[in-house]
């Protein structure tokens, strides 16, 4: 028999449930629950970084979201993870994400100062573990997709309350009002720390999401990849003004370098047809298998064969790999999201999320879809209203939220 890595903790659920007799295990089941969720669906309408329907070849938060799954999968199955596991959380890692992206993260922080402040990552543990129709306690309440612990603490990247994190970026990943779910999750944890599939799960993203926006910001046209095509000086700034402080021109130059000697690195200009597209699928490859064989290698080296699971060892990401994927995000970061010519429609998707919340406060519930009516009407104080309101303003795709502006807002 094959021994289980995961201990009875790993299996147990916040609302207990029968048994099942399907065959499948209860991770399998797990998988299950997010795939078929409304959340998941939405994504298909959410920017990932041009708004959704912008081009039918760019990625929206769904496709994102299906090659995160693909490379934590792998890369949690090498380590000894459930694959499962990081299967799942990465699915989910982007639920909790509002309209436009990043943008309207900002702006539903802003709005929700008065309860406790908005976290694309606490809304996701919101979404799983209350929000979503599901399952329910004895006593009424939704507990959400009722996740396995192991699942769970899978799918939260910053395992500590607003106002901790100790590196200045004001992320955290869970509100005030979850914290019994939270604490439950966390249940002999160690203080702060992450499983390792939640960070197999994390580092996915970065490498799907360093990889694919490149991509997508070539074939876009927004810029090119030849030696010299770069405006290095910009590209620096952004690193250190988004992703890394401590990042140096000469690491990121070196970082840069190493890419541009890759055999796969493009040499000429990118012009649409099938041949300068295959260059640029087997860039990304390639890209993919590097980064994550090189954390593959440095945590096996560092903690063994495995199975790793749960708290018992970290994934290991050498310097040089963390440089490369941040020169990349950096890349697309100032070509596409710092544009200039994004500038005033970014603004104008901030003021209408703060103008759909003030319109659906001034509604006082009735203008809420049933389920965050429900929630308005028992809402006990302004704080706790505000955060239903904020709810159902989360909830809305890149699509939806425009509509509810013409509706509610002329």
Known sequence: MTHDPYGDEAYERYVDEPPKRSGRTSFERDRGR??????????????????????????????????????????GKALGCDPEIVDSAALAHDLGHPPFGHNGEVALDEAAQSCGGFEGNAQTLRILSRLESKTFAPDGRSVGLNLTRGTLSACVKYPWRRGEDTDGSGKFGVYADDLPVFEWLRDGAPARRRPIEAQVMDLSDDIAYSVHDVEDGVVGGWFGLRVGDLD???????????????????????????????????????????AERAVLKSLTSALIGRFANAAEGATIEAWGSGPLTRYGADLEVPVDTRDEITVLKSIAAHYVMRSDDRAMMLGQQRELLHELVRALDRSEGRELEAEFAQDFAEAQDDAARRRVVID???????????????????
Request: no cysteine.
């Open 392 to 410: 159902q303003v989360a909830s809305l795709t890149d699509v939806s939220a425009r509509a509810w502006g013409l509706r509610l807002l002329g």
């Open 232 to 274: 290095i000086a910009s590209i620096h700034d952004v690193a250190r003004d988004w992703y890394d402080p401590t990042a140096t021109d000469d690491r990121l130059d070196a970082a840069l370098a190493r890419l541009e000697e890759m055999p796969e690195w493009p040499t000429t200009s990118f012009d649409g047809r099938r």
């Open 34 to 75: 997010i795939v078929h969720s409304a959340a998941l669906r939405r994504l298909s309408a959410k920017t990932q970084v041009m708004g959704a329907g912008f081009d039918d070849f760019v990625r929206n938060r769904l496709t994102h979201s299906l090659e995160v799954a693909q490379v934590a999968r792998e890369l």
